[in-house]
């Protein structure tokens, strides 16, 4: 009777090696989003490296893109590019590889040790291509370039070809400063020993940078119902934003653009629509450090947009922070009514590839967008 049990053994042996195997590779499958978890882990159970991203949804699925960090004090320097991740269901998120790889091209302005921040991807339906913007430092430069750049690709993931980078609107002024706005921003530009920090929202950068083009940072990217696509970025010297229709193949910006709460120094900006209006939220300005964030309504992109405040009840804590946090996109949730999700980054700048992500849903009252603290939450909250 040894010969039969010898083969039990084995058989079981068998058995529990295939299942240790099955279990090794099976993925954990997230129903929530967990605010409270410093690491959300991809289909390998690497933490998702998509910082300062943004997200675009495809036939059912939603890609998230975002900035390659990669760890220790250089970490937000960009050496690999922009990581894109798929997910069904907003939770659950494969790794899809990078979608903008940096060149190895010394002379490109796109090389190895750039600085490439806030990528987002829009879709052009007349050209059927991917466009992604993003905000882009050249090497060992600091942040003193302040270019927006474009690159364009057949599939979503990529691979992403890129075109180029370039301050914005060179010799146009925009289409909300009047000819007595100019002439008073140019005689305070032409007064020595003016700081122009202080005279940012009469207007002194735009003159200063009317020729070479205006300066570009924090950026976003919005398409409105009607497929016109809008490029919002921080400009002059991050005191003001400046919104930017993009050209019809969205591979370049039109002239028409305008100033957006001058001299407010608004960063990080993300916009969505509502029942006919649009929002954006944005953060102040203190570099890698949270502060409170804002929001505005506007009833059009070029219209005049009017400040809401701080979007966050919570603890002071929460309110002074934006829960830890700089936003950087909003959802719009598909399959449910008025569905926005807060996409946030909690950066960690002396060790930039371990940035957390908080997503809050947002709330609304009398027409003015919330955030409140939900440590962990699913999409049935849109269901109430
Ligand atoms: C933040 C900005 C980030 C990054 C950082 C650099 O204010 O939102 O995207 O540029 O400054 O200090």
């Given at each position: 009777m040894t010969f039969p049990i010898r083969i039990s053994i084995t058989f079981l042996y068998l058995v529990y090696l295939v299942y240790a195997g099955i279990t090794a590779f099976a993925q954990e499958t997230y129903h929530e989003f967990d605010n409270e978890n410093p690491i959300w882990s991809?289909?390998?159970?690497?933490?998702?490296?998509?910082?300062g991203g943004g997200i675009l949804r495809v036939k059912n699925r939603y890609y998230w893109f975002g900035e390659h960090k990669s760890s220790g004090?250089?970490?937000?320097?960009?050496?690999t590019g922009v990581h894109v991740y798929s997910s069904p269901d907003l939770y659950n998120w494969n790794d899809e590889g990078i979608a903008l790889e940096m060149l190895?091209?010394?002379?490109?302005?796109?090389?190895?040790g750039a600085i490439v921040e806030r990528p987002k991807v829009i879709y052009n339906n007349n050209t059927g291509k991917y466009v992604m913007w993003f905000h882009h430092e050249l090497k060992d430069?600091?942040?003193?370039?302040a270019l927006t750049g474009v690159a364009v690709a057949d599939?979503?993931?990529?691979p992403y070809t890129y075109l180029d980078s370039f301050r914005i609107h060179p010799g146009v002024w925009p289409l909300n400063f009047t000819k007595e706005q100019r002439e008073k921003a140019e005689k305070l530009f032409n007064q020595?020993?003016?700081?122009?920090n202080d005279y940012a929202a009469e207007g002194v950068f735009l003159i200063r940078d009317f020729n070479e083009g205006q300066m570009s940072r924090d950026m976003t990217l919005f398409v409105d119902d009607d497929g016109t696509a809008y490029h919002i970025t921080a400009s002059e010297n991050n005191r003001t934003l400046l919104i930017s229709k993009l050209a019809d193949d969205y591979l370049s910006l039109t002239n028409d653009y305008i100033r957006v709460f001058?001299?407010?120094?608004?960063?990080?900006p993300a916009v969505f629509k509502r029942k006919g209006k649009y929002y954006m939220i944005t953060s102040g300005l203190t570099g890698w450090n949270p502060n409170p964030a804002r929001s505005g309504v506007s009833d059009s992109m070029l219209g005049a947009w009017k400040s809401l405040g701080n979007p966050v009840q919570g603890t002071q804590e929460q309110e002074k922070t934006t829960f830890h946090s700089q936003s950087t996109f909003i959802i719009p949730v598909a399959?449910?009514?008025d569905a926005y999700i807060f996409m946030a980054d909690r950066w960690k700048?002396?060790?930039?590839?371990e940035g957390e992500y908080i997503w809050l849903p947002i709330e609304f009252e009398d027409g003015i967008p919330i955030l409140k603290w939900y440590a962990q939450w699913d999409l049935s909250f849109f269901e109430k």
């Amino acid at each position: 009777m040894t010969f039969p049990i010898r083969i039990s053994i084995t058989f079981l042996y068998l058995v529990y090696l295939v299942y240790a195997g099955i279990t090794a590779f099976a993925q954990e499958t997230y129903h929530e989003f967990d605010n409270e978890n410093p690491i959300w882990s991809d289909n390998e159970g690497i933490h998702i490296n998509a910082h300062g991203g943004g997200i675009l949804r495809v036939k059912n699925r939603y890609y998230w893109f975002g900035e390659h960090k990669s760890s220790g004090q250089n970490g937000n320097k960009a050496f690999t590019g922009v990581h894109v991740y798929s997910s069904p269901d907003l939770y659950n998120w494969n790794d899809e590889g990078i979608a903008l790889e940096m060149l190895t091209d010394v002379d490109s302005k796109l090389q190895k040790g750039a600085i490439v921040e806030r990528p987002k991807v829009i879709y052009n339906n007349n050209t059927g291509k991917y466009v992604m913007w993003f905000h882009h430092e050249l090497k060992d430069q600091g942040y003193s370039a302040a270019l927006t750049g474009v690159a364009v690709a057949d599939n979503v993931t990529g691979p992403y070809t890129y075109l180029d980078s370039f301050r914005i609107h060179p010799g146009v002024w925009p289409l909300n400063f009047t000819k007595e706005q100019r002439e008073k921003a140019e005689k305070l530009f032409n007064q020595q020993e003016i700081n122009l920090n202080d005279y940012a929202a009469e207007g002194v950068f735009l003159i200063r940078d009317f020729n070479e083009g205006q300066m570009s940072r924090d950026m976003t990217l919005f398409v409105d119902d009607d497929g016109t696509a809008y490029h919002i970025t921080a400009s002059e010297n991050n005191r003001t934003l400046l919104i930017s229709k993009l050209a019809d193949d969205y591979l370049s910006l039109t002239n028409d653009y305008i100033r957006v709460f001058p001299g407010g120094k608004n960063e990080a900006p993300a916009v969505f629509k509502r029942k006919g209006k649009y929002y954006m939220i944005t953060s102040g300005l203190t570099g890698w450090n949270p502060n409170p964030a804002r929001s505005g309504v506007s009833d059009s992109m070029l219209g005049a947009w009017k400040s809401l405040g701080n979007p966050v009840q919570g603890t002071q804590e929460q309110e002074k922070t934006t829960f830890h946090s700089q936003s950087t996109f909003i959802i719009p949730v598909a399959g449910y009514d008025d569905a926005y999700i807060f996409m946030a980054d909690r950066w960690k700048p002396k060790n930039a590839i371990e940035g957390e992500y908080i997503w809050l849903p947002i709330e609304f009252e009398d027409g003015i967008p919330i955030l409140k603290w939900y440590a962990q939450w699913d999409l049935s909250f849109f269901e109430k």
